[in-house]
């Protein structure tokens, strides 16, 4: 009878080339404090100036998310010490945010939900923390400076979450949304995108809030699932036993699958959050809104719809096919190339994402090329090769060799034999083959036409065309019945 009222804060990673307030770039994996510069390494002196890209996609999600953008929002000092954060403040956005307000609408078996935003705020990110890896590991901590000034986008939910399984469902949503609008690339194990929740539980259908905890750094939808259900349950039986729950920060621990306090809960007031000095206010123009608005990317939804209108897919394929908007891109030039909407998201739905699933990567990292996959639904299409020697020999053989399909086919002896004469001749040496069971299927078992069929599949190795196979057999028996003998058959040959 008791339900988790849940908060999301995500973090995510924003696509822009440089830093946030100085020119050093962002790219991910150099060395350690290779990329850095007197702005971001926090030293004295030295002043902040603002990226207008990172503006720009705080605009784009702003504008996707049905949000109100702020034409004039404010930057301001967040004071805390820490080692990653050399400045000794983190520069971010506090009393008048980027963004407020907006929803995005979840589906969860079926039924949907709006869960509402409740702000948008442009920050930097803090260095690099190395606690481990390190051959004096146990002594010392590394910090790495690369990260330090990357522009993140930090959005707040609303408390509107009702269940672990709600919150995995709007994270997915979000990272899905910012990857469509080509701002972040949503990698949660490079921790592009990260997120903190916030939860307590109270009696379902009352509407007063209990005291919540915070969990910090999840970094993947697994986590993010067991740590909110193991919150739960924690938070329900200290209530249930008479106990308090206390406000504090906690730690999802994925040995010990349990979250452990880590400290109590600061106030904002005790990060003495004062306007930037360095960085005038953030006047954002009409015009400026009104020209991103223009190019804003399809985002999905969108493309569901138009997925289903144009290459008359089922809702289900196309939810399927753009939950990654590379993956529906993939399909979408598969689609035009093959000329065969339907068969292009059959392919990709079971063999490629089959293939995705068990190597465990993303679409990107897809040996096939997407004409290449194309060509070879063509070769299916056009009946060159049956559709079981494309899946069982054809598409491994092509993600193996990396080779065109039209390559193997005539390498491998793989093409589909459709030509009549030929089957009829294997169809006289099948039926010579057998005599008892061509005896059976006078006698009227014709269930022997299938063991027949398999035969012939069996020596040609699947590249007979099986329908041409089943008539011509079929024709070539019942002629046979009209004979009086097997024998008569024999002597006509
Ligand atoms: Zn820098």
Redesign the pocket.
């Known amino acids: 009878m008791y339900e988790p009222v849940i908060g999301l804060e995500i973090h995510a990673q924003l696509l822009t080339k440089t ?1 946030l307030f ?3 770039s962002t790219e991910y994996g150099n060395p350690p404090n290779s ?7 926090g030293l004295p002196g030295a002043l902040p100036i603002l990226n207008y890209e990172a503006v720009v996609m705080a605009i784009k999600l702003a504008l996707a998310i049905k949000a109100q953008i702020h034409l004039r929002s404010l930057f301001s000092r967040k004071n805390y010490f820490y080692p990653d954060l050399a400045k000794g403040y983190q520069i971010t956005q506090y009393h008048d945010p980027l963004a407020t307000g907006g929803y995005l609408r979840t589906e969860l078996n079926g039924s949907y939900k709006s869960i509402g935003i409740e702000r948008i705020n442009l920050e930097e990110d803090a260095a690099k923390s190395i606690h481990d890896g390190m051959p004096d590991s146990s002594e010392k901590t590394y910090l790495d400076f690369n990260r ?2 990357v522009p993140l986008l930090e959005i707040v939910s609303k408390p509107e979450i009702n269940s672990p399984s709600e919150a995995v469902e709007f994270l997915q949503l979000f990272r899905t949304t910012l990857q469509y609008l080509g701002i972040c690339n949503g990698n949660m194990e490079e921790g592009s995108l990260r997120c903190d929740a916030n939860l307590s539980v109270r009696k379902r259908g009352t509407q007063e809030m209990g005291v919540k905890t915070e969990i910090k750094n999840i970094n993947s939808f697994r986590f993010l699932q067991k740590a909110l259900e193991h919150e739960t349950l924690r938070q329900i039986e200290l209530i249930k036993s008479g106990k308090a729950v206390s406000q504090e920060t906690r730690l999802w621990d994925e040995h010990q699958n349990k979250t452990l306090p880590m400290r109590s809960k600061e106030e904002a007031h005790d990060y003495r959050y004062f306007p930037e000095p360095d960085l005038p206010p953030l006047f954002i123009s009409k015009k400026l809104i009104e020209k991103i608005k223009a190019t804003l990317p399809e985002l999905r939804h969108e493309k569901i719809e138009r997925f289903r209108q144009e290459y008359k897919i089922p809702l289900y394929d196309a939810q399927i096919l753009t939950s990654f908007k590379n993956l529906a891109d993939y399909f979408e030039r598969t689609a035009i190339k093959s000329k065969n909407p339907k068969q292009a998201s059959n392919w990709i739905m079971r063999e490629v994402l089959q293939y995705l699933k068990e190597q465990n990567v993303e679409i990107s990292r897809f040996p096939l090329p997407s004409e290449n996959l194309a060509e070879l639904i063509l070769l299916v299409e056009k009946k060159e090769i049956s559709l079981k020697t494309a899946k069982e020999k054809l598409f491994p053989r092509m993600i193996a060799t990396k080779k065109r399909a039209l390559e193997i086919v005539k390498e491998e002896g793989l093409s589909q034999i459709s030509d009549e004469e030929k089957i009829k001749e294997l169809v006289l040496e099948t039926i010579k083959k057998n005599p008892r069971s061509v005896k059976h299927y006078q006698e009227g078992k014709t269930q022997v036409l299938g063991f027949l069929v398999g035969q012939m599949m069996k020596e040609t190795q699947g590249t007979a065309n099986p329908q041409l196979v089943n008539k011509i057999l079929k024709e070539s028996l019942n002629s046979l019945l009209s004979l009086s003998s097997l024998s008569s058959v024999k002597r006509k040959k």
């Open positions: 830093k100085c020119g050093c990329l850095t510069c007197p702005v971001c390494l330090s000034g």
